[in-house]
């Protein structure tokens, strides 16, 4: 077997995955959310940005349209709401982008490789394998970068000089884009294999699944993301002005499209989904703005047929009712229609946003490559085709999926991709061993737990009607210093020595949240009576026990017990080593801020 060759991924997010934060493991590339938290409560926007920036390279996209699930898994919502994590993202980024020094052009070395698309996914990879030293070329069919954040998403959640910024870094670590470059037209498939070592596959889901009701071919039909495309680059648009729309289904798409005709001068726009507002996929802040602007929610109602008066023209959407049966596979209550309560809902538009797919027709059937029944690329673990050399990753293979998650994608692929390069089997895994550090007190602002999540404003109401001006306002510099001071500090874990305990109940008097408590006195007595000479710890008798969901790290405890029985620690991360077919090589854990 060769021997260990160390290589090391600055980008690999699972080397910042440590036991004890939520907030880290629930983010799809595990950012050490925490550690900028903490400098943005110190003021250092700067280094906040910097440290974001070490797993997630649109850390100023992800502050504005990003899923947030790191928020799902904020320990403050046990107490009251979660931190703002995602605005506080968009804070570090916002206030550091007059300080923040863009690298220096690379020119790199290694070999080429080719990237079919210049989204989220494809621009990751790209920029991971950069920083590796390949030489990456990204074909865009498009005439500026960015997939589907610039061509699916509006101007009014995402301006395009937050795009351009991250591109920009990308760009000068050694990335090549070729704009208005189509793959089977300005380039084929058989010429990039001969030029390029490598080649991923990783365009957008840009093309519209229809409904597939009668009438979707009449004209003032428009698919969501194409009337999105349109509308993003600038095209001639249909006249919206006095006109009624109404735009089928409940996702991101939906609602751009809907809030977008507003602006455009739209009368009156529906939205008509077929599910409750309860199982609607957008959350609830996306519901109440575009309520704000007028847009008006359809529920329990879908599409049969899209109807004309002349046969060449939408005059309206025949819909009919429906009931919520037993769950579907995604888990959410199946639509079940009501027999014989259909009606016309009159309007000028028809615009379905029910789903998009990847555009497969670049991809002949002489090409080889293998797809599945879905008709997506069929790729394994490591995102390789069956084809050597050739990878797929993001939409193309999995359908639409939220940007943070498909960085994730794109971040595993450069380690496939970089593994196949260098004559090895890929597969990386976190170590189980997590080294303690020594005590440490966390910092806290006076009343942190007593300060309430603060909200992210938006611009007047008249200006959202008429611009595509970005709607959210960034949170002033207080604003942010303020909300990140009520982070809990995760990694600061409750410890017990049950060998020096008393039992002298002072933390349990002294904990706000009430998270500890007592062994029952039965088992205290038989430790004391018959097993005097055997500590409780080796009689497996916890004398002090703690609900962890419900500590907020005030280390109270701690300050008032008498033997220094209670500490909090953090854990340093751990090493994360990649196994190869001829040998291993491993990355090293950084310590913590």
Same mark, same amino acid.
């Given at each position: 077997m060769a021997s260990e060759t160390k290589r090391t991924y600055d980008f690999l997010y699972d080397q910042r995955s440590y036991q004890g934060v939520p907030c880290q493991t629930n983010c799809p590339v595990h950012t050490d959310v925490?550690?900028?938290?903490?400098?943005?409560?110190?003021?250092?926007?700067?280094?906040?940005?910097?440290?974001?920036?070490?797993t997630n390279p649109f850390p100023a996209v992800c502050g504005r349209i990003c899923q947030h699930w790191c928020e799902r898994g904020c320990n403050r919502r046990m107490i009251d709401q979660s931190l703002s994590i995602m605005s506080l993202k968009r804070s570090a980024t916002d206030y550091s982008k007059d300080t923040f020094k863009l690298p220096e052009q690379r020119y790199n070395t290694l070999e080429r490789v080719a990237i079919i698309g210049a989204g989220p996914a494809g621009l990751t990879a790209a920029h991971d394998l950069a920083k590796l030293g390949y030489r990456p070329t990204v074909f865009e069919m498009f005439p500026h970068p960015g997939g589907m954040m610039r061509y699916g998403i509006p101007a009014y959640r995402l301006p395009r000089e937050v795009i351009d910024f991250e591109v920009e870094y990308i760009k000068r670590l050694g990335v090549e884009i070729r704009y208005n470059t189509?793959?089977?037209?300005?380039?084929?498939?058989?010429?990039?294999?001969?030029?390029?070592?490598?080649?991923?596959?990783a365009a957008g889901a840009h093309k519209a699944v229809h409904l597939k009701v009668p009438g979707e071919n009449l004209k003032g039909v428009y698919h969501g993301c194409t009337f999105m495309q349109l509308v993003n680059l600038g095209k001639s648009l249909p006249p919206m002005a006095g006109k009624t729309v109404a735009?089928?289904?409940?996702?991101?798409?939906?609602?751009?499209?809907?809030?977008s005709s507003i602006r455009l001068g739209a009368k009156k726009v529906y939205i008509v989904y077929r599910r409750t507002r309860t199982e609607i996929p957008v959350n609830e802040k996306e519901i109440v703005e575009a309520e704000d602007e007028g847009i008006v929610f359809r529920y329990l109602e879908a599409p049969v047929e899209i109807v004309s008066n002349d046969g060449v023209n939408v005059s309206g959407i025949k819909l009919i009712k429906s009931e919520l049966g037993e769950p579907d596979a995604s888990g959410r209550r199946k639509p079940v229609p009501v027999a014989g309560s259909e009606f016309v809902l009159e309007c000028d538009y028809v615009m379905p946003a029910v789903s998009q797919s990847p555009d497969m027709s670049f991809i002949s059937q002489k090409s080889g490559l293998r797809l599945t029944s879905w008709g997506s690329l069929d790729v394994n673990q490591q995102f390789e085709t069956n084809l050597p050399?050739?990878?797929?990753?993001?939409?193309?293979?999995?359908? +639409?999926r939220d940007v943070i998650n498909v960085v994730a994608d794109g971040?595993?692929?450069?380690? /496939?991709? $970089?593994?196949?390069? @260098?004559?090895?089997?890929?597969?990386?895994?976190? +170590?189980?061993?997590?080294?303690?550090?020594?005590?440490?007190?966390?910092?806290?602002?006076? /009343?942190? $737990?007593?300060?309430? @999540?603060?909200h992210a404003e938006?611009?007047?109401l008249n200006l959202r009607l008429n611009t595509f001006e970005e709607v959210e306002r960034t949170f002033t510099r207080e604003e942010a210093m303020l909300e990140a001071a009520r982070c809990f500090q995760c990694s600061h874990t409750w410890r017990y020595n049950s060998d020096t305990c008393i039992l002298c109940n002072n933390c349990v008097d002294v904990c706000p949240q009430k998270c500890l408590g007592m062994a029952e006195l039965t088992e205290l007595e038989f430790s004391r009576l018959f097993n005097e000479n055997i500590s409780m710890k080796e009689q497996g008798i916890t004398g002090i026990e703690i609900d962890r969901d419900l500590c907020i790290r005030c280390t109270f405890c701690a300050q008032v017990c008498p033997t220094d029985s209670i500490d909090f620690t953090i854990y340093e991360k751990p090493e994360v080593r990649v196994q190869g077919a001829i040998g291993s090589f491993k990355t090293e854990g950084k310590g913590k801020k």
């Open positions: 925490e550690g900028y938290i903490q400098l943005i409560r110190e003021g250092d926007f700067d280094a906040a940005h910097r440290l974001i920036r070490e189509m793959v089977g037209r300005d380039i084929h498939f058989h010429e990039m294999q001969a030029e390029f070592k490598a080649i991923l596959i735009v089928i289904g409940g996702g991101f798409t939906a609602m751009d499209v809907s809030r050399g050739i990878f797929a990753t993001g939409d193309y293979i999995t359908g +639409t971040h595993r692929t450069a380690i /496939s991709i $970089d593994a196949f390069l @260098r004559g090895t089997r890929g597969e990386y895994s976190r +170590t189980e061993d997590l080294l303690l550090k020594e005590d440490q007190t966390p910092a806290k602002l006076a /009343s942190y $737990d007593n300060i309430s @999540r603060h938006n611009i007047p």
